[in-house]
């Protein structure tokens, strides 16, 4: 059931053509699309549609009933006077073909819409059912869709073109009595058909799931050109109803049956036209006008990147499409209506002489499946080529496009962006008034042309100007706090350009940023001037970091916060690591393993930590400060002697066990709590402190996006220091 996705589709492009002021009637359905009516309540009286719609399962016969000149089939729901009863069920007797339709249309209304839980539509063909179930997610009128591809199959149906009964079931919603109404049944046959492999034949084939894939790509093209279509599989192909079709795509079948061969090849003579991709059998490449097929594997990467298409023959195409095939199946043109319509080109730009794509009155073949990728060319392709295989789709996919083209972030229309721009920009001098008026000149242009059926080529660049010119609109009337934060977070704190920060700040503040966090320190090293760390190479190479980057940042209006990688002694020098291992203020792991982090529940860590964070605040009149790395490396850290000695001290227990009292035992929770403690006691310094040295300051931190399991997992209480400001 895809019946809110159907009816949101629906609405927009009601909304675009009543912008437009093109014909409702026209766009109610693609051009080509048949629709059969299946129920449309026309009875001379309540007997007549009680002998029609027979009830079963305690179920009260149908009322004939009028509302506002329409005649609707009532149900009785008293689902609370029969607390056990589970559903209505109607069975009308039919004797149909459905075997050509893709999609069905049931009109309804249920009151009250709580009353029913879902609706079930079967169709009945012998022993067994087609069925498929919707909502009704509002009160009033509503038309249900169906797609065919949604109904499922029990016992053993005969197959759609022998359907022998209708049924239409409401299901128990909650405990209340209402009725529905059944205003129409419709099966509707669209002009585009996308047929694929039949998952009860093929679905263990290994080519089977990449087959689907390219099925959905396809589908979700035509979605976006606005056309309906229908989905078929080639389970039972019946030549004469695939024969009446206008289009057939087929996306990608690794092995057409021979039956399914037959019929395409019938529908191909009948005047169907046919896209084939890729591997297809020799007959039917032979009736599109396309020989000589052979399977070529590429002789080195990037060999078949990209297909250039020829306008020349069809100016609907775009000029490109690019996707990197490993193998084609090559192909010529063998009839002299059959044309090259589009080439392989290498990776380097350079031709391969080899034909992509191909195209006859009879249809068209692309040498690969279409790739993921390059969406907007595979759109702008499979309109054109669709265009030339039925022209009648064209004012359809042009609308289709121009649709598109202007949805705009959050907005649908050009009317919604007319409206958000006044409503955000009274001001018309602003730019984006500039943008929106070209936007509405182009959509006028390519409106006109088409509704004086001219018939231009299709112009992409005209659409893709038109899209930028909106864009521009939406983006720069855009909101822009001045609080707004566009920072660059540098992690050499050497900028952009080693001993240049004067460029790094010029190119930064040029592009539109306003904030600078340089990773100056770490909880061994300093590219700075520190009387507390071993200064960096960096630092002796291009002098102090900190100050050339402030003095460059804010001579170009970029704050500067200065980011700490705390605890972590990754690039400190050997000595220093050492030197700290010797003291004891390094972690270890409940294994005992050296790690090498500064120890978070060590007094002098703790110490350093703080110092050399309000060391930069002190001697550089930075905007901010910023943690990373404020945490554990994780849970198995640390357990080293210390941290057991100052547990006990501090928290005024004994561990008998070490560290499994800690790690799993009776003391974890404690010792969670503990080791979250040792981390926000320096977070809490710093702040409290750097905010006493330079009033104003801005304290940032990066941290584990998991809360509250990084609370545990590396003593990270994010949350509480937020909340403690
Ligand atoms: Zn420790």
């Not at 014909?23 to 051009?31: E, H, M, S």
Request: a neutral charge; one cysteine or more.
């Amino acid at each position: 059931m895809q019946s809110v996705s159907h009816q949101r589709k629906t609405m927009s492009a009601l909304t675009l053509v009543a912008l437009l002021g093109w014909p409702v009637a026209a766009i109610a359905q693609t051009a080509g699309t048949q629709e059969i009516v299946l129920e449309r309540v026309s009875y001379a009286n309540e007997t007549e549609a009680q002998q029609a719609w027979r009830p079963s399962d305690r179920t009260a016969p149908v009322r004939l009933v009028h509302e506002n000149g329409r005649v609707a089939l009532e149900v009785a729901l008293p689902f609370a006077s029969q607390p056990d009863w589970p559903r209505s069920v109607h069975d009308r007797q039919v004797s149909l073909d459905l075997s050509g339709p893709g999609e069905f249309l049931l009109e309804v209304s249920v009151e009250p819409v709580e009353a029913v839980g879902y609706l079930s539509l079967y169709f009945r063909s012998g022993e067994g059912w087609y069925a498929a179930s919707g909502s009704v997610t509002r009160p009033g009128r509503q038309v249900l869709r169906f797609r065919k591809s949604d109904f499922r199959i029990e016992e053993h149906p005969r197959g759609w073109e022998h359907i022998d009964g209708i049924r239409i079931s409401f299901w128990r919603g909650r405990n209340v009595d209402g009725r529905a109404r059944i205003y129409r049944l419709v099966a509707v046959r669209h002009a585009i058909a996308i047929l694929g492999p039949a998952a009860a034949i093929y679905g263990r084939d290994p080519e089977y799931r990449v087959a689907r894939e390219t099925f959905q790509r396809f589908a979700r093209l035509l979605d976006d050109l606005g056309l309906a279509y229908d989905e078929w599989d080639d389970a039972s192909p019946n030549a004469q109803v695939w024969a009446e079709q206008k289009v057939i795509l087929v996306p990608y079948h690794p092995r057409l049956s021979p039956e399914a061969t037959k019929a395409l090849a019938l529908a191909i003579r009948q005047g169907t036209r046919v896209f084939l991709n890729y591997q297809a059998p020799a007959e039917l490449l032979g009736l599109l006008g396309v020989g000589k097929a052979r399977w070529v594997g590429q002789q080195f990467p990037g060999q078949f990147a990209e297909v250039r298409f020829d306008r020349q023959i069809l100016p609907d195409l775009p000029e490109t499409m690019r996707q990197s095939s490993w193998n084609i199946i090559e192909a010529e043109p063998a009839t002299a209506d059959a044309h090259v319509i589009g080439w392989w080109y290498t990776a380097s730009g350079e031709a391969t002489g080899k034909p992509a794509m191909i195209l006859s009155p009879r249809g068209a073949f692309f040498s690969h499946i279409l790739l993921e990728g390059d969406t907007e060319n595979q759109r702008s392709m499979l309109a054109a080529v669709l265009i030339a295989m039925a022209p009648e789709l064209r004012s359809q996919i042009i609308r289709g496009l121009l649709a598109r083209a202007v949805r705009v972030g959050h907005l649908t229309t050009l009317d919604e962006l007319g409206e958000w721009l006044k409503t955000y920009l009274p001001d018309h001098a602003h730019p984006a008034w500039q943008s929106f008026a070209e936007a509405e000149q182009i959509f006028q242009a390519v409106r006109e042309g088409e509704s004086e059926g001219k018939a231009p080529p299709i112009n992409l660049r005209e659409l893709q100007q038109l899209r930028r010119k909106l864009v521009e609109a939406y983006l720069s009337a855009q909101p822009s706090p001045h609080v707004e934060g566009r920072a660059y977070w540098n992690h050499s704190g050497l900028g952009a350009y080693p001993g240049d920060w004067e460029r790094t700040a010029k190119e930064l503040s040029e592009a539109g940023f306003n904030m600078v966090l340089p990773n100056m320190l770490w909880a061994g090293l300093a590219h700075y001037a520190s009387d507390i760390l071993p200064r960096s190479e960096a630092f002796q190479k291009y002098g102090d970091q900190i100050e050339q980057c402030v003095a460059a940042c804010h001579r170009h209006g970029l704050e500067v916060h200065v980011w700490k990688v705390n605890f972590n002694l990754t690039n400190a020098p050997r000595s220093f690591i050492d030197q700290m291992r010797a003291a004891g203020r390094t972690q270890m792991t409940r294994r005992g393993e050296p790690s090498n982090w500064l120890c978070p529940s060590h007094p002098d860590n703790q110490r350093l930590e703080v110092d050399t964070m309000l060391e930069v605040v002190r001697k550089y009149p930075v905007d901010g400060i910023h943690f990373d790395y404020i945490r554990y490396p994780g849970p198995d850290n640390c357990f080293c002697p210390g941290c057991r000695q100052r547990f006990e001290k501090e928290m005024g227990v004994k561990v008998s066990q070490w560290p499994e009292d800690c790690v799993s035992g009776p003391l974890r929770s404690q010792y969670l709590e503990w080791r979250r403690r040792n981390i926000t006691r320096v977070v809490e310094a710093v702040s409290r402190e750097a905010r006493q040295i330079r009033p104003g300051i801005e304290i940032s931190a990066a941290v584990f996006p998991d809360y509250p399991s990084c609370r545990d997992s590396v003593g990270q209480d994010w949350v509480s220091w937020v909340q403690a400001g």
